[in-house]
């Protein structure tokens, strides 16, 4: 089970982190992601990292703003938004896969949390 937090409202250039906890399991040898999906819009891939060597990959339009980590001992993974705009508003889905595959592609991950809202003002 995968619990996403932190969300919010906040004002644009503003930061946000969010948390996803995971239980009933270890995660540790998960790819984790996070991805998101805007009102009348498909959900869209914004971050994954690897177990063990933590490689990272972000959509486009967050590189630079977003960074992704994660803390294997507390089974919990983060993405923290920095410089925030309207359009990153959003509610926000972390997700775990053990398959190999696309991980720009939610179709990868079959393990999925209940989403955080993330809302940007101008």
């Known amino acids: 089970q995968l619990q996403a937090s932190g969300g919010g409202l906040v004002q644009a250039g503003g930061s946000l982190r969010l948390s996803c906890a995971a239980s009933g399991r270890t995660f540790s040898n998960y790819v984790m992601g996070w991805f998101r999906q805007a009102p009348g819009k498909e959900r869209d891939f914004v971050s994954f990292?690897?177990?063990?060597?933590?490689?990272?990959d972000y959509a486009d339009s967050v590189k630079g703003r977003f960074t992704i980590s994660r803390d294997d001992a507390k089974n919990t993974v983060y993405l923290l938004m920095n410089s925030l705009k309207p359009e990153d508003s959003a509610v926000y889905y972390c997700a775990a896969t053990v398959f190999s595959g696309n991980f720009h592609h939610d179709s990868t991950f079959n393990y999925w949390g209940q989403g955080t809202q993330v809302t940007v003002s101008s």
């Open positions: 990292i690897t177990p063990t060597s933590g490689t990272t």
